[in-house]
T-cell receptor, first 113, second 115 residues
Framework: GDSVTQMEGPVTLSEEAFLTINCTYTATGYPSLFWYVQYPGEGLQLLLKATKADDKGSNKGFEATYRKETTSFHLEKGSVQVSDSAVYFCALWGDTGFQKLVFGTGTRLLVSP | GAVVSQHPSRVICKSGTSVKIECRSLDFQATTMFWYRQFPKQSLMLMATSNEGSKATYEQGVEKDKFLINHASLTLSTLTVTSAHPEDSSFYIC???????????FGQGTRLTVV
């Protein structure tokens, strides 16, 4: 079945550092890919998405490119802020079979001043 | 963007009682809603998929008689935790499927504590 693998956390960075959170997936067909962010005690917010190969999703300085050849959707940001500290989930929405979001395990990001 | 409202955000109940959690899509109609459970520092575990006007589809290992799901309208789904026990304490999150069925919008989550 479909699955998503994310890098283990926590990722600890200083403010203004470059961020990469790796995400790879396994799926049949052509899934849509998402990054969600969860702040402490809250639900999930959609950060960005890409629905087809080579699409780049971007929002709030974050970006991720749908790479079908490497089955990856790595999240990047050039300069992180303390306010970016949260848990980030990579997810896919398959286009075959019973449709539901499949989540990675989440990566906690801690940004210090 | 579309808004999903989940209520209550926090609830404390005694063992043996039942708790109802509501999930509403405020500005769109959602034929499909999902209910998740999240343990501390873990990912979301899908509990069930709720379709308006029909019975929910439960994931393997989820007790349907304990976690009652009702999706009576296109904007409201409810999850009732029946005869709650301390091990049911968790963070419950709902999401609603927007159109054209390529994006899910999430509620704020409900922190359930059973004492």
């Amino acid at each position: 079945g479909d699955s998503v693998t994310q890098m283990e956390g926590p990722v600890t960075l200083s403010e203004e550092a470059f961020l990469t959170i790796n995400c790879t997936y396994t799926a049949t067909g052509y899934p849509s890919l998402f990054w969600y962010v969860q702040y402490p005690g809250e639900g999930l917010q959609l950060l960005l998405k890409a629905t087809k190969a080579d699409d780049k999703g971007s929002n709030k300085g974050f970006e991720a490119t749908y790479r079908k050849e490497t089955t990856s959707f790595h999240l990047e940001k050039g300069s992180v802020q303390v306010s970016d500290s949260a848990v980030y989930f990579c997810a896919l929405w398959g286009d075959t079979g019973f449709q539901k979001l499949v989540f990675g395990t989440g990566t906690r990001l801690l940004v210090s001043p | 963007g579309a808004v999903v409202s989940q209520h209550p955000s926090r609830v404390i109940c005694k063992s043996g009682t039942s708790v109802k959690i509501e999930c509403r899509s405020l500005d769109f109609q959602a034929t499909t809603m999902f209910w998740y459970r999240q343990f501390p520092k873990q990912s979301l575990m899908l509990m069930a998929t709720s379709n308006e006007g029909s019975k929910a589809t439960y994931e393997q290992g989820v007790e349907k008689d304990k976690f009652l799901i009702n999706h009576a309208s296109l904007t409201l789904s409810t999850l009732t935790v029946t005869s709650a026990h301390p091990e049911d304490s968790s963070f419950y999150i709902c999401s609603a499927l927007g159109q054209p069925n390529t994006e899910a919008f999430f509620g704020q989550g409900t922190r359930l504590t059973v004492v």
